[in-house]
C-alpha cells in the first residue's frame, strides 16, 4: 500500500474501511479526523492494541466515506459491521461487548431498551437497532433520545402496579399506562425514534421548525417552546455525542476522564438536574459498632477527586447501627459550621443502602441536593444485580428506580466501600500494636509513638536489636523493658 495516499483522505468525519488483496473486509471504523485516524495505523500509534500488529501486513488498500457528524458515523460504523462481519472487528463480533437498542414495536406502548443479546421470540415483537461498539456508545443515544422523545421502559403489569414511576415527574416517560398520553401520542414518539434509528432524519428537523413557527405565527407559545426544545435537543444529538478517544489511544487516563464526563452529562438528563458538578457517596465499615468509620469518596467534573476523600470516625454509638452512623457522618458534612471546611456542595448525594438508611438521613441533607441509595438485589445468574432508590425531596418518598447510567454509581459505591475497609484495617492494625505496647513497663503514649514512626509495625520492634531500639528511644531502661519483653514471647 502506498502510504503517500492517506496524504489524500479527507480530514473529516466518517468511517474507513481496510482491505486485503482479494478484495475482503479486514476492518470497519469511524473517526473524527478520517486522515489522522488511518494515518495512526502506520506511525506504531496504535500499536499497544494486538489487531493492529496483526492487520497492517494484511491491509492493501483503504476506502473511506463522509458523514454529516458523529452520530451518523456510529450509526454507519454499526451497519456496516453486521453486514459485512469483517475479521479484526472482534469487538463487535463478540456478544459479550457489542449492544443494540431494541423496541418492541408490536406492544400496545412499545418499550426502548438497550440489550446486548435478543431472542428469536422477542426479534418477531420488534426491531433491533445495531450493533454498537459497546453497552456505552448504545446508552450514550438511547439517553438523549429519550429526552427529545420520551419513552415507557417499565413492563405493562410493573407500570400497572406501581403507577407512574420517577422518569414521569422528570419528564422523560409520557405516563402512558396512567392515561397521561394517548396511544396514538406516544406511538408517534416511537415512530420518530425509529426514523432516527434508521438514518431517515433528512429534512426532520426542517419540518419541525417549520411546525414550530406556525405555533409562534398562532401564538401558541408554549407548544412553540417545546417544539424549539426538541429541535435544539436533536441538534445536540446529531453533532455532539462524542467518539472514544482517538488521538492518543495510548492514553488511559485521558480516555478514563472523558468516559466519566460523558456519564456526568448523561446522568444529569437522566436525574433531570439543572447542573451535575460533584457526587459524594457514603460507606459504613464497622464491627458490632465498634471502631466504626463512614467514608467519603468524591466525583467531580468528570475526575475521581482522591484529594477530596474523607473518613468521619464515628463518636456517638456503641453499637452496630448503619443507618444512625450515616446519619452523624452526614450530619457534621453539612452542618453549618462546616461548610467553611467542606465548601463544595454536591448535586447528588450517593450512599450505600435502601429504604432504612435513605428514610433516615434524608433528614440532614439539604432538600435541594438529589438522594440516591444503592443496595444490591436479585440474583440473576452469576451475577448480583444492583437496585437504586430515590428520595422525593419535596414528599420525603422513597421508591425504587431504574437506572440506566449506572456504572458511575456502582463505582462510586465500590470506591467508597474499598476506601471505608482500607482505613478500618488501618485502624484495627494500629490498634492492636498500640495494645501490644501498653502491656510493656515504663512504654507510654510518646514512646509507643516513637516506635511505631520509627519501626512501622510490631513485627519489626519485635526484630529489632537493643542498640537499634535505643537509639529510637534514647532510654536504656525501657529500650530493655521492650527488648526483654519480646524476646519472652
Same mark, same amino acid.
Given at each position: 500500500?502506498?502510504?503517500?495516499?492517506?496524504?489524500?483522505?479527507?480530514?473529516?468525519?466518517?468511517?474507513?474501511?481496510?482491505?486485503?488483496?482479494?478484495?475482503?473486509?479486514?476492518?470497519?471504523?469511524?473517526?473524527?479526523?478520517?486522515?489522522?485516524?488511518?494515518?495512526?495505523?502506520?506511525?506504531?500509534?496504535?500499536?499497544?492494541?494486538?489487531?493492529?500488529?496483526?492487520?497492517?501486513?494484511?491491509?492493501?488498500?483503504?476506502?473511506?466515506?463522509?458523514?454529516?457528524?458523529?452520530?451518523?458515523?456510529?450509526?454507519?460504523?454499526?451497519?456496516?459491521?453486521?453486514?459485512?462481519?469483517?475479521?479484526?472487528?472482534?469487538?463487535?463480533?463478540?456478544?459479550?461487548?457489542?449492544?443494540?437498542?431494541?423496541?418492541?414495536?408490536?406492544?400496545?406502548?412499545?418499550?426502548?431498551?438497550?440489550?446486548?443479546?435478543?431472542?428469536?421470540?422477542?426479534?418477531?415483537?420488534?426491531?433491533?437497532?445495531?450493533?454498537?461498539?459497546?453497552?456505552?456508545?448504545?446508552?450514550?443515544?438511547?439517553?438523549?433520545?429519550?429526552?427529545?422523545?420520551?419513552?415507557?421502559?417499565?413492563?405493562?403489569?410493573?407500570?400497572?402496579?406501581?403507577?407512574?414511576?420517577?422518569?414521569?415527574?422528570?419528564?422523560?416517560?409520557?405516563?402512558?399506562?396512567?392515561?397521561?398520553?394517548?396511544?396514538?401520542?406516544?406511538?408517534?414518539?416511537?415512530?420518530?425514534?425509529?426514523?432516527?434509528?434508521?438514518?431517515?432524519?433528512?429534512?426532520?428537523?426542517?419540518?419541525?421548525?417549520?411546525?414550530?413557527?406556525?405555533?409562534?405565527?398562532?401564538?401558541?407559545?408554549?407548544?412553540?417552546?417545546?417544539?424549539?426544545?426538541?429541535?435544539?435537543?436533536?441538534?445536540?444529538?446529531?453533532?455532539?455525542?462524542?467518539?472514544?478517544? #482517538?488521538?492518543?489511544?495510548?492514553?488511559?487516563?485521558?480516555?478514563?476522564?472523558?468516559?466519566?464526563?460523558?456519564?456526568?452529562?448523561?446522568?444529569?438528563?437522566?436525574?433531570?438536574?439543572?447542573?451535575?458538578?460533584?457526587?459524594?457517596?457514603?460507606?459504613?465499615?464497622?464491627?458490632?459498632?465498634?471502631?466504626?468509620?463512614?467514608?467519603?469518596?468524591?466525583?467531580?467534573?468528570? #475526575?475521581?477527586?482522591?484529594?477530596?476523600?474523607?473518613?468521619?470516625?464515628?463518636?456517638?454509638?456503641?453499637?452496630?447501627?448503619?443507618?444512625?452512623?450515616?446519619?452523624?457522618?452526614?450530619?457534621?458534612?453539612?452542618?453549618?459550621?462546616?461548610?467553611?471546611?467542606?465548601?463544595?456542595?454536591? #448535586?447528588?448525594?450517593?450512599?450505600?443502602?435502601?429504604?432504612?438508611?435513605?428514610?433516615?438521613?434524608?433528614?440532614?441533607?439539604?432538600?435541594?441536593?438529589?438522594?440516591?441509595?444503592?443496595?444490591?438485589?436479585?440474583?440473576?445468574?452469576?451475577?448480583?444485580?444492583?437496585?437504586?432508590?430515590?428520595?422525593?425531596?419535596?414528599?420525603?418518598?422513597?421508591?425504587?428506580?431504574?437506572?440506566?447510567?449506572?456504572?458511575?454509581?456502582?463505582?462510586?459505591?465500590?470506591?467508597?466501600?474499598?476506601?471505608?475497609?482500607?482505613?478500618?484495617?488501618?485502624?484495627?492494625?494500629?490498634?492492636?500494636?498500640?495494645?501490644?505496647?501498653?502491656?510493656?513497663?515504663?512504654?507510654?503514649?510518646?514512646?509507643?509513638?516513637?516506635?511505631?514512626?520509627?519501626?512501622?509495625?510490631?513485627?519489626?520492634?519485635?526484630?529489632?536489636?537493643?542498640?537499634?531500639?535505643?537509639?529510637?528511644?534514647?532510654?536504656?531502661?525501657?529500650?530493655?523493658?521492650?527488648?526483654?519483653?519480646?524476646?519472652?514471647?
Amino acid at each position: 500500500m502506498n502510504l503517500n495516499e492517506l496524504e489524500l483522505l479527507p480530514r473529516k468525519t466518517g468511517i474507513y474501511k481496510f482491505y486485503n488483496k482479494k478484495g475482503e473486509i479486514l476492518y470497519i471504523g469511524k473517526a473524527l479526523n478520517l486522515q489522522a485516524r488511518v494515518k495512526s495505523y502506520f506511525n506504531n500509534t496504535l500499536y499497544d492494541r494486538p489487531y493492529v500488529k496483526k492487520m497492517i501486513p494484511f491491509i492493501n488498500r483503504v476506502e473511506v466515506e463522509e458523514t454529516n457528524n458523529e452520530v451518523e458515523s456510529l450509526v454507519l460504523e454499526a451497519a456496516l459491521i453486521k453486514e459485512y462481519q469483517p475479521k479484526y472487528n472482534s469487538e463487535l463480533k463478540d456478544d459479550k461487548s457489542y449492544a443494540w437498542i431494541y423496541i418492541s414495536t408490536k406492544e400496545k406502548f412499545p418499550t426502548v431498551k438497550v440489550v446486548r443479546n435478543v431472542n428469536e421470540k422477542e426479534l418477531k415483537k420488534g426491531k433491533l437497532f445495531g450493533p454498537y461498539p459497546n453497552t456505552h456508545s448504545a446508552r450514550r443515544v438511547f439517553t438523549y433520545l429519550r429526552k427529545i422523545y420520551p419513552f415507557c421502559t417499565c413492563s405493562p403489569s410493573k407500570a400497572k402496579r406501581e403507577g407512574v414511576c420517577m422518569y414521569y415527574h422528570l419528564g422523560l416517560c409520557p405516563g402512558p399506562y396512567q392515561n397521561h398520553i394517548s396511544e396514538a401520542e406516544y406511538k408517534e414518539n416511537i415512530k420518530e425514534i425509529i426514523k432516527f434509528l434508521e438514518g431517515k432524519k433528512k429534512g426532520h428537523i426542517s419540518n419541525l421548525e417549520k411546525e414550530m413557527k406556525k405555533y409562534a405565527k398562532a401564538k401558541e407559545y408554549e407548544k412553540a417552546g417545546e417544539l424549539r426544545d426538541k429541535i435544539n435537543d436533536l441538534k445536540y444529538l446529531s453533532q455532539k455525542i462524542d467518539f472514544e478517544y #482517538e488521538e492518543t489511544p495510548d492514553s488511559y487516563i485521558q480516555k478514563r476522564k472523558e468516559l466519566l464526563q460523558s456519564n456526568f452529562k448523561e446522568l444529569k438528563i437522566e436525574l433531570g438536574l439543572k447542573s451535575l458538578n460533584r457526587i459524594e457517596c457514603y460507606d459504613v465499615s464497622n464491627i458490632q459498632g465498634k471502631e466504626a468509620y463512614t467514608s467519603l469518596v468524591v466525583a467531580e467534573e468528570g #475526575e475521581i477527586k482522591r484529594s477530596e476523600y474523607r473518613i468521619f470516625k464515628i463518636k456517638t454509638l456503641n453499637k452496630s447501627n448503619d443507618m444512625h452512623m450515616l446519619k452523624e457522618a452526614l450530619e457534621r458534612r453539612f452542618h453549618p459550621k462546616n461548610l467553611i471546611k467542606y465548601p463544595s456542595i454536591p #448535586e447528588v448525594v450517593l450512599i450505600d443502602g435502601g429504604k432504612p438508611q435513605l428514610s433516615v438521613v434524608q433528614k440532614v441533607i439539604p432538600k435541594e441536593i438529589c438522594l440516591l441509595g444503592i443496595t444490591e438485589g436479585k440474583k440473576k445468574g452469576s451475577r448480583i444485580l444492583d437496585e437504586f432508590w430515590y428520595v422525593d425531596r419535596e414528599s420525603g418518598k422513597i421508591s425504587r428506580i431504574d437506572i440506566e447510567n449506572k456504572s458511575l454509581l456502582i463505582d462510586l459505591r465500590d470506591e467508597a466501600h474499598r476506601f471505608a475497609i482500607l482505613h478500618h484495617r488501618k485502624a484495627r492494625r494500629k490498634k492492636s500494636q498500640s495494645s501490644q505496647l501498653d502491656n510493656i513497663l515504663g512504654v507510654g503514649q510518646k514512646s509507643r509513638k516513637k516506635l511505631l514512626k520509627a519501626f512501622e509495625s510490631i513485627e519489626n520492634i519485635k526484630k529489632a536489636s537493643f542498640e537499634e531500639l535505643n537509639e529510637v528511644l534514647n532510654n536504656k531502661r525501657i529500650s530493655e523493658s521492650v527488648f526483654k519483653y519480646f524476646r519472652k514471647q
